[in-house]
């Protein structure tokens, strides 16, 4: 069996910011865990991407990490999850975890009625990834799937509880309500940041996933079963990079975690090529 350093960080990373919040809740369920976290924020985003050109850098992005001595690695971006994963996986010794089968293990688990919907960015969206790998959990439920857009720039413009926003919320989300879904898939690590507007239209007969809490899950069993969680007693220490526009970053970061970021540093995008 490879030797893992329990102490050796988690590694993370995202086409930008979105992955944060799933950083959030590794810092929130393993706060013992070192963190390092790579915003691709120069090429972002990776949606709208051909799947060769996400593959490139997603490789990019998961050399970076591996160069930290990372014990593992979150793939917090759904597009290159649904795009890369394999291609990660055949490339390097090492666990990785994406967002797609996480979260569409979960929506099986949770649905009672076998109507799930999926929101995502149009990459996403387009390569059916979470329909897919549903139908293989459970050939049976019904998924009606869309993409939103304009969910990521609100996110990033702070408007998780404004008129425009709940507006344009109803427009995409009005088909899920008339199909009668008890579940609905966060496809996009953005989506998490606008849960209430979302459940507010949804109601609360229906269950939200959000994928990054079901990978976050997957971890923790991950390690615990390997007998690598950072069992130390000291709070982990968490490092950021990114590609472009740190301070830009800096001052997003800290409102998606609640709380101050300390270390952050750009990265050169030629260096990522050179790895």
Same mark, same amino acid.
């Not at 999926?118 to 998924?143: F, H, M, P, R």
């Given at each position: 069996?490879?030797?893992? +350093?329990? %102490?050796?960080?988690?590694?993370?990373?995202?086409?930008g @910011?979105?992955? *944060?919040?799933?950083?959030?809740?590794? $810092?929130?369920?393993?706060?013992?865990?070192?963190?390092?976290?790579?915003?691709?924020?120069?090429?972002v985003p990776?949606?709208?991407?051909s799947n060769?050109?996400?593959i490139e850098y997603?490789?990019?992005?998961?050399?970076?990490?591996?160069?930290?001595?990372?014990?593992?690695?979150?793939?917090?971006?759904?597009?290159?999850?649904?795009v890369?994963?394999?291609?990660?996986?055949?490339?390097?010794?090492?666990?990785?975890?994406?967002?797609?089968?996480?979260?569409?293990s979960?929506?099986?688990?949770?649905?009672?009625?076998k109507?799930?919907?999926?929101?995502?960015? +149009?990459? %996403?969206i387009?390569?059916k990834a979470?329909?897919?790998? @549903?139908?293989? *959990?459970d050939?049976e439920?019904?998924i $009606?799937?869309?993409a939103?857009?304009?969910f990521?720039?609100?996110?990033?413009?702070g408007?998780?509880n404004h008129?425009?926003?709940?507006?344009?919320?109803?427009?995409?989300?009005?088909e899920?309500?008339?199909?009668?879904?008890?579940?609905l898939?966060l496809?996009?690590?953005?989506y998490?940041?606008?849960?209430e507007?979302?459940?507010?239209i949804?109601?609360e007969?229906?269950t939200?996933i959000?994928?990054g809490?079901?990978?976050s899950?997957?971890?923790?069993?991950?390690?615990?079963?390997?007998?690598?969680r950072?069992?130390s007693?000291?709070?982990?220490?968490?490092?950021?990079y990114?590609?472009?526009?740190?301070?830009k970053?800096?001052?997003?970061?800290?409102?998606?975690?609640?709380?101050k970021?300390n270390h952050?540093?750009?990265?050169?995008?030629e260096i990522?090529?050179?790895?």
């Amino acid at each position: 069996m490879q030797f893992i +350093n329990k %102490t050796a960080p988690i590694g993370i990373f995202d086409s930008g @910011i979105g992955g *944060l919040t799933v950083a959030k809740r590794i $810092i929130s369920m393993l706060p013992n865990e070192n963190i390092v976290y790579f915003g691709d924020t120069a090429r972002v985003p990776y949606g709208s991407k051909s799947n060769s050109t996400v593959i490139e850098y997603a490789i990019q992005d998961a050399q970076f990490l591996i160069n930290k001595n990372v014990k593992l690695i979150i793939v917090a971006c759904n597009t290159a999850s649904s795009v890369a994963l394999d291609s990660l996986k055949r490339k390097y010794n090492i666990p990785i975890i994406g967002m797609i089968e996480p979260g569409a293990s979960l929506a099986v688990k949770k649905s009672k009625n076998k109507r799930v919907g999926v929101i995502g960015t +149009n990459s %996403t969206i387009n390569n059916k990834a979470y329909s897919e790998q @549903i139908k293989t *959990l459970d050939a049976e439920i019904s998924i $009606i799937e869309k993409a939103c857009p304009l969910f990521v720039p609100i996110a990033e413009e702070g408007w998780l509880n404004h008129e425009a926003t709940r507006l344009i919320a109803i427009e995409y989300l009005q088909e899920f309500i008339d199909a009668e879904i008890d579940t609905l898939i966060l496809g996009c690590t953005h989506y998490p940041l606008l849960a209430e507007t979302i459940q507010n239209i949804m109601g609360e007969k229906v269950t939200l996933i959000d994928s990054g809490y079901a990978a976050s899950l997957q971890v923790e069993n991950y390690l615990e079963g390997r007998g690598v969680r950072n069992d130390s007693h000291q709070v982990g220490t968490h490092q950021f990079y990114v590609s472009d526009l740190p301070n830009k970053f800096k001052t997003i970061a800290e409102r998606f975690l609640g709380s101050k970021v300390n270390h952050i540093e750009k990265i050169d995008v030629e260096i990522l090529i050179k790895n």
